[in-house]
């Protein structure tokens, strides 16, 4: 029966929030409370720890997309950033249009896809091992957003953020170039988009 008091003895006083000593055969034991994160919270702090996300835009890319009014875009940013692991896998080729899809892998657990829809538009997937969407949208923003005295598609409408961010297409038109961030199973962000007319 008495070894069933003191566990109560102790479970009772780490209930209890006060900080009174409790002592047990002359030793005086301390209860100290400590910080229980929630499970959630302590999953996302562990996944931002893995996630390895976009570097920066640099100089070059800023000049290039200035000097090429807005046709530098994703595959362009990547090739100046990050190092490609291998050459392009052409996938899908058509007999009159050459190359209609094909995929790079770069460094950081990036993979890139492009596809040319046949007199239609193009579009691809940038898959990315970034876990924190700010992080994520501060470079990707940079990367697809239109210049200021550019922001507006060939038909003239204004390029605008919806879906709290996670959408950048023509304000008014279908279009143009729709940007879509997505986030995947594993909690890693990715973008896709498609340009057509």
């Known amino acids: 029966m008495i070894k069933w008091i003191i566990p109560l003895v102790l479970l009772s006083a780490c209930v209890n929030s006060n900080s009174e000593p409790l002592e047990e ?7 100290v409370p400590e910080l229980i994160l929630q499970k959630e919270s302590s999953k ?13 835009i640099n100089e070059e890319f800023e000049a290039l997309k200035m000097q090429n009014e807005n046709s ?69 923003s940079k990367v697809i957003e239109r210049r200021d005295n550019q922001d507006s598609n060939v038909w003239g409408s204004a390029y605008v953020w919806k879906d709290y961010s996670t959408l950048y297409e023509p304000k008014t038109e279908l279009e143009g170039c729709h940007y879509t961030i997505k ?10 988009w498609t340009c057509g007319c």
């Open 183 to 192: 986030v995947d199973e594993k909690e890693y962000y990715f973008l896709t």
């Open 44 to 56: 996302k702090s562990v996944n931002r720890l893995k996630s390895i996300c976009l570097p920066a």
């Open 72 to 140: 530098a875009n994703v595959y362009e940013y990547l090739v100046l950033h990050l190092d490609s692991l291998a050459k392009r896998t052409v996938l899908e080729m058509d007999d009159f249009w050459g190359t209609t899809k094909w995929v790079q892998r770069f460094k950081n657990g990036v993979f890139y896809s492009y596809s040319l829809y046949v007199e239609v538009g193009f579009g691809g997937e940038l898959y990315t091992k970034c876990r924190d969407k700010e992080a994520f949208f501060s470079v990707i």
């Open 25 to 31: 055969k002359g030793v005086i034991m301390e209860y």
